[in-house]
Nanobody, 122 residues
Framework: QVQLVDSGGGLVQAGGSLRLSCAAS????????MGWFRQAPGKEREFVAA????????YYADSVKGRFTISRDNAKYTVYLQMNSLKPEDTAIYYC???????????????WGQGAQVTVSS
């Protein structure tokens, strides 16, 4: 059974940092793309970042470019989202996802983590 487990959320002051982790299990993800999405209260889920397991190509939303870094540890089947210079508008539930193609559309992703709450206070 495919499983993605998100962890690492929490409460941080503006300007601070957090690192989210997504542990993948249940199948071989070497041909997959791993993405991070977020959903703030009253808003639609939006793309944050994505990385290809093979090759490590990355892609970021303009709103997080230069502040967030997505990476992967192939040996641990874990994907990370390092978030620096956090802003109150980054407050949301963050979801890890796995799909076959690199896309900003959440419909392209087949598997999802349970979500991790990130709250940034001003």
């Amino acid at each position: 059974q495919v499983q993605l487990v998100d962890s690492g959320g929490g409460l941080v002051q503006a300007g601070g940092s957090l690192r989210l982790s997504c542990a993948a299990s249940g199948r071989t993800f070497s041909s997959y793309v791993m993405g991070w999405f977020r959903q703030a209260p009253g808003k639609e889920r939006e793309f944050v970042a994505a990385i290809k397991w093979s090759g490590g190509s990355t892609y970021y939303a303009d709103s997080v470019k230069g502040r967030f870094t997505i990476s992967r540890d192939n040996a641990k089947y874990t994907v990370y989202l390092q978030m620096n210079s956090l802003k109150p508008e980054d407050t949301a539930i963050y979801y890890c996802a796995a799909g076959r193609i690199l896309s900003t559309d959440d419909l392209a992703y087949n598997y999802w983590g349970q979500g991790a709450q990130v709250t940034v206070s001003s």
